[in-house]
């Protein structure tokens, strides 16, 4: 597994989306590095880190990310990134000192006991446009990340420049990283976590209901969160310096 190291201080780690890969956090992590070590991960056929069969099982990517990064760090995950890091931390609560999960939720899909999500058929849609065209299914996804951002137009030449910066990642990886999103229901394991978990959710994020944080307080009551104006599901990229304060300042909190 590729994972980058730069920076200075405390270890971060850092577990990019569905599709993307390390590169994504550019912008983010040149700022980030002044003041952590970062770790950027580049899941299993994402970016440059190979892809071997069932790579992306969580009973097979947890083992090989706890051998790969410290003992101890701060994690953050983005959108799928955030669903291994609830996972990870579950795991090996030891290992992680605070956790951030930026536009990420315990669970993707709507079910009787989660109605914060999105409808399966969506998920659906995308797995059979992917079977036939594969560039213009990460472009269609793109496009649904930036929707109603007010940089809607700059996330997506970020997003499609990033992602055009790597390889493709491997089909079969992003069939995986589907499979996950939609099978994985993380909300007990988030209820179980005793270590400050920081949630950052844009309010037009249109993968995630600014509703899904009602939720998941009911689940941790001493959840953090912070709502960014007028971003969508990259906030990162959408709002760097409102999305950086709250990572920083989440961190620094004593």
Not at 228 to 238: E, K, R, V, Y
């Amino acid at each position: 597994m590729y994972i980058k190291v730069i920076g200075q201080g405390p270890d971060l780690v850092m577990l990019h989306g569905w599709s993307m890969h390390s590169a994504v956090w550019h912008d983010m992590a040149e700022v980030l590095a002044e003041n952590f070590t970062l770790h950027l991960v580049d899941l299993p056929g994402h970016g440059l880190s190979d892809w071997q069969e069932n790579a992306l099982d969580l009973d097979v990517l947890l083992p090989h990310l706890a051998v790969e990064i410290p003992r101890q760090a701060y994690w953050l995950g983005w959108s799928l990134g955030g669903l291994i890091s609830i996972a990870f931390t579950d795991k090996f609560p030891e290992r992680v000192t605070k956790l951030i999960l930026v536009a990420a939720t315990p669970c993707f899909v709507k079910n009787v006991d989660w109605p914060y999500a999105m409808e399966p058929e969506i998920f659906d849609t995308f797995a059979d446009s992917l079977k036939d065209n594969q560039a213009e299914t990460l472009q269609k996804f793109l496009i649904l990340q930036a929707r109603g951002s007010t940089q809607s137009r700059h996330t997506i030449r970020q997003l499609a420049e990033k992602l055009a910066s790597e390889q493709a990642p491997v089909k079969a990886a992003l069939t995986a990283g589907l499979h996950l999103l939609v099978t994985t229901d993380m909300t007990r394991q988030l209820a179980k976590l005793t270590c400050p978990v920081k949630m950052i959710l844009g309010d037009c994020d249109s993968l995630i209901p600014a509703t899904m944080l009602m939720g998941a307080k009911q689940l941790q009551p001493n959840l953090d969160t912070s709502v960014l104006t007028g971003a969508g599901h990259a906030p990162f990229i959408s709002q760097p310096k409102q999305c950086q304060q709250a990572i920083e300042s989440f961190i620094n909190e004593q």
